[in-house]
């Protein structure tokens, strides 16, 4: 059993920040990629960032210079520092891990449960 806690949504104004984290947990061998999504109701769940095990980033274009993606490998958790926030940055955000299992194979994608951010104007 694995599993993604995420904690740190909330309101804010506009300009504001927050920072959001998420802890994976359980039969956990190795984590790969693991990387923030945010999705609004009735539309495709889309990528704001990602990191690589190696350190490596990647921000969708309406994030970049403002929100930052970082990770703690040894405790498996996972980081948004969002800067600057934007009203149209309101969604839930989901955090992602890409990983094995002890004693299964195949490499498997686990989501969290989501947290609300909402940026008041």
């Known amino acids: 059993q694995v599993q993604l806690v995420e904690s740190g949504g909330g309101l804010v104004q506009a300009g504001g920040s927050l920072r959001l984290s998420c802890a994976a947990s359980?039969?956990?061998?190795?984590?790969?990629?693991m990387g923030w999504y945010r999705q609004a109701p009735g539309k495709q769940r889309e990528l704001v960032a990602s990191i690589t095990s190696g350190g490596s980033t990647n921000y969708a274009d309406s994030v970049k210079d403002r929100f930052t993606i970082s990770r703690d490998n040894a405790n498996n958790t996972v980081y948004l520092q969002m800067n600057s926030l934007k009203p149209e940055d309101t969604d839930v955000y989901y955090c992602?891990?890409?990983?094995?299992?002890?004693?299964?194979?195949?490499?498997?994608?686990?989501w969290g449960q989501g947290t609300q951010v909402t940026v008041s104007s």
């Open positions: 359980g039969n956990i061998f190795r984590i790969f990629s």
């Open positions: 992602s891990a890409d990983l094995t299992i002890l004693d299964r194979p195949g490499t498997y994608r686990y």
